[in-house]
């Protein structure tokens, strides 16, 4: 017939390396999205909730929706922002991007 015998020869074993070879290449692709995106956006997480935690009255802050303001109160979850003067809003902490300038810390009452 037209079969050859290197054709008929090769319906062999396929051993316990060979799966091993075949996931190589997805195990390499997870490996290198885990330092190429993974690790660097949970660092940038860190870094955001740092930045959120040392907030103070008197910091410049830019906000997701580009509003340059002053921080005027800090609550647990939000905080009092002077747009202009005489006008504040409140914002949701994790909405912010930049703290631009640090502001001075706030007296505390009972040392004056």
């Known amino acids: 017939m037209l079969i050859t015998e290197a054709y008929a020869q090769t319906g062999g074993a396929a051993g316990g390396s060979g799966i091993l070879l075949q996931f190589l290449p997805i195990i390499l692709i997870f490996v290198i999205m885990y330092f190429l995106i993974l690790r660097p956006q ?3 997480a860190k870094q955001h909730q740092e930045m959120i935690a040392n907030l103070r009255r008197g910091d410049t802050v830019v906000t997701n929706g580009g509003l340059i303001a002053k921080v005027s109160k800090v ?5 009092q922002l002077e747009i202009a003067e005489g006008v504040r809003i409140k914002v949701v902490r994790s909405m912010l991007t ?10 505390d009452p009972e040392k004056t």
């Open 42 to 44: 949970r660092q940038r």
């Open 98 to 107: 930049q703290v631009r300038a640090k502001g001075e810390p706030a007296k």
């Open 75 to 79: 609550e647990e979850n939000e905080l």
